[in-house]
């Protein structure tokens, strides 16, 4: 079985930041992508920051020069730098996983989701 699991989320004052972590366990063969979306309020569940097969990055127009997405030493953990928050970020952020387990089965793993509220 494979499990996704993040930490991370809190409460911060704007123009502050927050690092998310997300690490992946499992019969994991290969992982092709490892990535965060979010979900605020009210609003449909978009993709944040992306990363593929450990080396192409793409972030969502919303956050780029803001957050970093990178992988851990540890090949199944993936990490979101956030910085200079804002309100608009307020979010429950979901990593998830584009894998292939060692019976060669495609799977997307979702984490549970960690809150991120950027308020004064």
């Known amino acids: 079985q494979v499990q996704v699991v993040e930490s991370g989320g809190g409460l911060v004052q704007p123009g502050g930041s927050l690092r998310l972590s997300c690490a992946a366990s499992?019969?994991?063969?290969?992982?092709?992508?490892m990535g965060w979306y979010r979900q605020g309020p009210g609003k449909q569940r978009e993709l944040v920051a992306r990363i593929t097969n450990g080396i192409t990055t793409d972030y969502a127009d919303s956050v780029k020069g803001r957050f970093t997405i990178s992988r851990g030493n540890a090949k199944n953990t993936v990490y979101l730098q956030m910085n200079s928050l804002k309100p608009e970020d307020t979010a429950i952020y979901y990593c998830y996983t584009e894998s292939e387990t060692y019976t060669y089965r495609q799977l997307t793993i979702w984490g549970q989701g960690t809150q991120v509220t950027v308020s004064s």
């Open positions: 499992g019969s994991i063969r290969s992982m092709y992508v």
